[in-house]
């Protein structure tokens, strides 16, 4: 079994707890990371690129000008792809880019992020986390001592960079006032544990989570 420590909100060590070696110890694959960030960036985008054909743009009621004796070429229609203003040939038009992928390959890319967070000391497991009343000051504090911003500089102070993955929590208890506190921390977002998904957890610098987190991420992932 792998051991995570745990920490408090002023990131000092009060404890520790037992994790499983298959999600939190497993080997890296970075090939798996590409493979689902791929469809996960497949699946974002909106294909709403859209060009109209010769039969969508106006004009073209007559020839452009006589069959015969004016030296040119014959034309039917000003709505042909050679006139300005004329339709476009073989444009892009609205369509989804998504495509599925086997569940085992996601399960697996989010074994090995866990696994690459954990190794390099970046994933916390934090007890008491939460805040009393809605302050994004507050936050700002508390995750620049958790999760201070590796590329800033010494004399730029930052709110952190994290993705805090946690319950919804209910409207006025201390998860959910951590949840509203952070909206407008540039460099942290709050998830629930069901939208935990690959890319975020890998644009983030800190993974942090909860004890019942973990348990749940055992319950989900291990064995699947």
Request: hydrophobic share 35%.
């Amino acid at each position: 079994m792998a051991n995570l420590l745990v920490y408090n909100t002023n990131r000092e060590e009060v404890g520790a707890i037992e994790a499983s070696d298959q999600i939190f110890a497993a080997e890296v694959k970075p090939h798996l990371f590409y493979e689902v960030i791929k469809w996960q960036m497949a699946k974002r985008r909106s294909g709403t690129a859209s060009t109209k054909g010769r039969n969508e743009v106006s004009g073209g009621g007559q020839k452009p000008y006589r069959q015969k004796g004016t030296g040119r070429a014959r034309q039917g229609s000003r709505r042909a792809p050679n006139h300005v203003g004329g339709g476009t040939v073989h444009g892009p038009r609205p369509r989804s880019y998504a495509y599925r992928i086997n569940k085992k390959l996601k399960r697996a890319a989010l074994r090995s992020a866990l696994s690459l967070r954990a190794q390099q000391g970046r994933l916390l497991v934090i007890r008491g986390l939460g805040l009393d009343a809605v302050k994004t000051k507050h936050a700002a504090a508390m995750f620049h001592l958790l999760a201070p911003n590796l590329n800033e500089s010494k004399r730029q102070i930052t709110s952190g960079h994290a993705l805090v993955v946690a319950a919804p929590g209910q409207s006025g208890d201390s998860l959910h006032n951590l949840k509203l506190s952070v909206r407008n921390l540039p460099k942290v977002n709050y998830l629930p544990i069901e939208g935990l998904n690959l890319y975020d957890i890998l644009n983030h610098q800190y993974l942090i989570l909860r004890e019942p987190e973990i348990r749940r991420l055992e319950e989900l992932l291990e064995n699947s």
